[in-house]
């Protein structure tokens, strides 16, 4: 896969199969758009695109809005659209000016001056250009004076659960991990960097990492400890993650999001991890000691 960055020197595309989005999450829904993307491509001897953006619009058109929490960022959303062959991303920047172009001058100065698609695939219920007035009808209606096709991916529906970047977000801040790994078909992860915390997990005998999240907007689920799996150079290793305002021996208001690594014995400060959540484990718990907080996780 390709990454461009900005529309300003893009390549002439090959009878382009042309995507349109967010994809936060690059959950099953967007994954059934990917797939019948490529297959068109493969079917016109074209190459497959997705056209996403960076910030999100959301965070530009209500910059005092702090509800809005990522699943993925652009740098995880970059490696997760990587394993699904995709032949180009490209990752356009999102402005005040951008989101000011109405739908007509969008569909004409950003989709057919830069992509000249040859097939438009857009989920149902995708909106564009100013006040998001521009939808799939308008697509349709303007198909023949620039010569593409159409086609609408209904929504895609998990255990009559219709799958939206909404609804895993709601199951992540619940702590509901196994609900939102099923509509995501991927486990939820988290990147971060490993900075300097209270060294507890010194005293216990268990490599501890405290982790520093580096974008503001990323979604952390919800307090609790959760079994993940973390990759430290290139190797996973099992582990439990804590989330929450160190209420297990300390008191402390500052949210804390701290990794206990099993079976690894190296110094981890400074370095980037992946968290992999496999599962919500339990509520966090006030201990009154060390010894029966590890008690607890020798259990695990």
């Known amino acids: 896969m390709q990454i461009h960055y900005g529309l300003d020197k893009l390549p002439s595309f090959k009878n382009a199969v042309l995507t349109i989005g967010t994809y936060d999450g690059v959950h099953f829904g967007h994954q059934q ?14 190459e497959s695109i997705l056209l996403t953006f960076d ?6 058109l209500h910059p005092n809005d702090d509800k809005l929490k990522l699943i993925s960022t652009i740098d995880e959303k970059e490696e997760l659209l990587e394993t699904f062959g995709l032949n180009h991303l490209v990752i356009a920047e999102f402005s005040k000016d951008f989101a000011s172009m109405e739908a007509s001058e969008y569909v004409d100065k950003i989709l057919i001056q830069n992509f000249h698609p040859t097939k438009i695939v857009i989920g149902y219920d995708h909106h564009f250009g100013k006040d998001r007035k521009g939808n799939i009808d308008l697509l349709r209606q303007l198909s023949t004076k620039y010569n593409y096709e ?54 216990l005998g268990f490599p501890t990492a405290n982790i520093e999240i580096s974008n503001p907007h ?37 949210l804390t999001i701290e990794v206990f690594v099993l079976d690894f014995d190296s110094d981890l400060y400074n370095q980037s991890l992946d968290i992999v959540f496999v599962d919500y484990l339990r509520p966090q718990i006030k201990y009154e000691n060390w010894d029966l907080l590890k008690v607890q996780i020798e259990k695990m």
Not at 33 to 46: M, W
Not at 55 to 60: A, E, T
Not at 165 to 178: A, E, H, M, Q, W
């Open 55 to 60: 910030p999100h619009p959301r965070l530009v």
């Open 218 to 254: 990323k979604l952390i689920p919800a307090s609790g400890v959760y079994a993940v799996k973390i990759k430290i150079q290139h190797q996973f290793y099992k582990g439990a993650l804590s989330i929450g305002y160190r209420e297990t021996v300390f008191d402390n208001s500052k």
């Open 33 to 46: 758009i990917i797939k019948r993307l490529n297959d068109i491509a493969q079917e016109i001897d074209g």
């Open 150 to 203: 159409v086609e609408e991916i209904s929504a895609q529906t998990l255990d009559e659960i219709k799958v939206s970047s909404t609804k895993v977000r709601n199951f992540l801040l619940d702590g509901n991990i196994k609900e939102a790994n099923k509509l995501l078909a991927h486990p939820f992860l988290i990147k971060g960097k490993v900075i300097h915390g209270d060294k507890i997990g010194r005293v």
